[in-house]
């Protein structure tokens, strides 16, 4: 089954189920080679979402997503970028004031070799700016050609509500998609942001959807932790398998056998069982992981399963941490 498509909240741009991102990976600790093939086969393989940031590995992830996707036509893919976090010393070189938005933007096109990118997220809530002064900041961005759409990542629904209000207001260009977290292990938009998303006409794509790996099934237990894994080079992530998290594991794997799927594909299908959802944002440290990824897409789980994973998973979405 090839790769499906959905619109972008209520845009008319079509990004693909699955995505590819390139936090903590591409300039990062997976070295280039690899990074460049899994692009190179995501691509192959029908992804044409991309996703990036400025402080992804002090700007080398932009350098090496640009440098790969050169080799295609721009038209051919939908690339998205962030701003918000800290690239500097100065006092700046961080946040959502006009300065920093324009000038952050301007450095990732030089650093992607782009003319523009699709999307521009705002990587965070900036409480020190005014949020008028952002939005304005991303509608000169839109009106000078530098960007076509304009995004969030983990703002909450109160946020998000008054940024409609204004740009509704000033007739501002509005958003059209956020970047929240979201897994078996993590449902919070379940309860306010999924539905904003739907009354609003913003879609979700959503990064960690495999729980930084634990939801791949390749770890067994606390104990044992293979060396090439991410939980190995990050202490906060290997904090977070617990045995109660891998016994759940354990059995979402049973019925991702009786489907003959993985338990990553199970994962992914169950995320993207919410219209909402946009597209889930995978990581990939081998072209093979992206192969294994894309083929969840088109998965459709019936009713009696989506019941034998709830009972599974027993936890009941909570409201917005923030």
């Not at 699955?18 to 192959?44: C, F, P």
């Not at 016994?247 to 056998?257: D, M, P, S, W």
Request: glycine content about 8%; cysteine-free.
């Amino acid at each position: 089954m090839s790769i499906q498509y959905r619109n972008l909240g209520a845009s008319g741009l079509k990004v693909s189920e699955i995505s590819l991102g390139s936090w903590l990976t591409y300039g990062g600790y997976v070295e280039r080679e690899n990074a460049v093939q899994s692009i190179r086969k995501a691509y192959e393989l029908g992804v044409n979402f991309f996703d990036t940031a400025n402080v992804y590995a002090k700007g080398e992830a932009e350098r090496v997503v640009g440098e790969t996707l050169r080799d295609y036509e721009r038209e051919s893919y939908v690339l998205a970028t962030k701003v918000y976090g800290r690239i500097g010393d100065g006092p700046n070189d961080r946040g959502l004031s006009r300065k920093h938005v324009i000038e952050s933007a301007n450095a990732s096109l030089k650093r992607l070799g782009l003319d523009y990118v699709d999307v521009l997220y705002s990587h965070r809530f900036d409480a020190e700016t005014p949020l008028e002064e952002t939005l304005r900041a991303f509608e000169d961005l839109v009106r000078q050609g530098k960007v076509l759409y304009v995004g969030v990542s983990e703002w909450t629904a109160a946020q998000i509500t008054e940024a409609f209000a204004i740009a509704d207001k000033y007739l501002l260009d509005r958003i059209v998609v956020n970047q929240p977290i979201y897994n078996l292990f993590e449902r919070y938009i379940e309860k306010e942001i999924i539905p904003l998303g739907l009354k609003k006409g913003f879609g979700q794509v959503v990064f960690s959807p495999l729980a930084q790996g634990l939801l791949t099934g390749k770890y067994s237990s606390n104990a044992q932790v293979p060396a090439d894994s991410r939980a190995a080079k990050h202490d906060n992530f290997k904090n977070k398998l617990t045995e109660e998290k891998l016994a759940k594991v354990e059995q979402l794997q049973t019925i991702a056998r009786e489907l003959d799927i993985t338990v990553g594909q199970l994962s992914l299908a169950w995320i993207l069982r919410q219209s909402n959802v946009s597209s889930a944002l995978v990581g990939a440290s081998r072209p093979e992981q992206v192969e294994e990824n894309v083929k969840a897409s088109g998965i459709v789980l019936d009713e009696s399963t989506l019941n034998r994973i709830a009972d599974i998973i027993e936890n009941n979405p909570v409201p917005s941490r923030a």
